[in-house]
């Protein structure tokens, strides 16, 4: 079982690029997320999907646009990096209220 | 506003020592709590969770406590093992806002032999 799957894994990017992260979750599970994490810190969400459809922002969505593909698939579209979307950056997927399951992490550097 | 804490950034324990990593959280409205393990390079990995109608839940070497009227969670973890070292999050989550899991700032628990 893959679980949750993210690519890339690491990328490098200049300031004003734009690039699409992937994430897809074999699961069968509605909610789906994206987080951020700087160093030393917790986790922000950035976005959700609570079902097929529907995306809504979280605490820090500035910068970011999200798209609910299918039920599997939720990807996360940064338009013009910024040296402070510098993180990394963590999908996750989860049943209504109950534990999300998380990715391995990109590990994203805008220089 | 609405948050979830937690009152040590890192803890130290010996090998075989039991382990109580606390937090707090600030909504009263919050119906399900999470612990999550997150070794280093690595994303978060799922501990153990309780829901707000129960104050304690026990797993394998781990127990989780509830206190609602204080608005404090901690973990507890028996006879420690170096494997254990990670930063611990707690994370809190209510039905009505449809699932979505806020994180404390993390508490990094090193084990010493």
């Known amino acids: 079982n893959a679980g949750v799957t993210q690519t890339p894994k690491f990328q490098v990017l200049k300031t004003g690029q734009s690039m699409t992260l992937q994430c897809a979750q074999d699961?069968?599970?509605?909610?789906m997320y994206w987080y951020r994490q700087d160093p030393g810190m917790g986790l922000r969400l950035i976005y959700y999907?609570?079902?097929?459809?529907?995306?809504d922002k979280g605490e820090v969505p500035n910068g970011y646009n999200v798209s609910r593909l299918n039920k599997r698939e939720f990807s996360l579209r940064l338009e013009s990096a910024a040296p402070s979307q510098t993180s990394v950056y963590f999908c996750?997927?989860?049943?209504?209220?109950?534990?999300?399951?998380f990715g391995q992490g990109t590990r994203l550097t805008v220089v | 506003g609405e948050s979830v804490g937690l009152h040590l950034p890192t803890l130290s324990v010996q090998e075989g020592d039991n382990s109580i990593i606390n937090c707090a959280y600030s909504?009263?409205?919050?119906?399900?709590f999470i612990w999550y393990k997150q070794e280093s390079g690595k994303g978060p990995q799922f501990i153990i969770d309780?829901?707000?109608?129960?104050d304690k839940r026990q797993g394998q070497r781990v127990t989780v406590l509830l206190n609602k009227t204080v608005k404090h969670l901690s973990l507890q973890i028996a006879a420690t093992q170096p494997g254990d070292s990670a930063v611990y999050f707690c994370?809190?989550?209510?039905?009505?806002?449809?699932?979505?899991?806020?994180f404390g700032e993390g508490t990094q628990l090193t084990v010493n032999p």
């Open positions: 309780i829901r707000s109608n129960m």
């Open positions: 909504n009263s409205a919050s119906d399900y």
């Open positions: 999907s609570a079902s097929e459809g529907t995306t």
């Open positions: 994370a809190e989550s209510r039905e009505t806002s449809g699932s979505r899991l806020t």
């Open positions: 699961m069968n599970h509605n909610s």
């Open positions: 996750a997927s989860s049943r209504r209220n109950t534990e999300a399951f």
